[in-house]
């Protein structure tokens, strides 16, 4: 087969930053969203809501979502997974 398939994909130190990532867009995209719903709004997001009520919702959301996906794919260990 492809010999790519075959080597490390991923050092642990490249998983770790990924999960670390994923964890800090997914935690800071649930609290934004928490937040948003009683009126405060993060100051470093507030650029987002300023396109508009929707599109910082889905924004938000999106980071959350993201999040989740970086932390599966840094914490999946893709050398013993089946083809």
Do not use: H, P
Request: charged letters at 15%; a negative charge; hydrophobic letters at 55%.
């Amino acid at each position: 087969m492809c010999e790519f398939l075959q080597t490390e994909i991923m050092t642990e130190n490249t998983r770790v930053t990924i999960t670390t990532i994923g964890f800090l867009l997914a935690g800071v995209g649930f609290l934004a969203l928490v937040l948003s719903i009683v009126g405060v709004k993060l100051s470093y997001l507030v650029w987002l809501d300023r396109m508009g009520a929707l599109f910082g919702f889905v924004a938000k959301l999106a980071m959350v979502i993201i999040g989740f996906i970086l932390v599966y794919v840094g914490k999946t260990d893709l050398d013993q997974e089946e083809i």
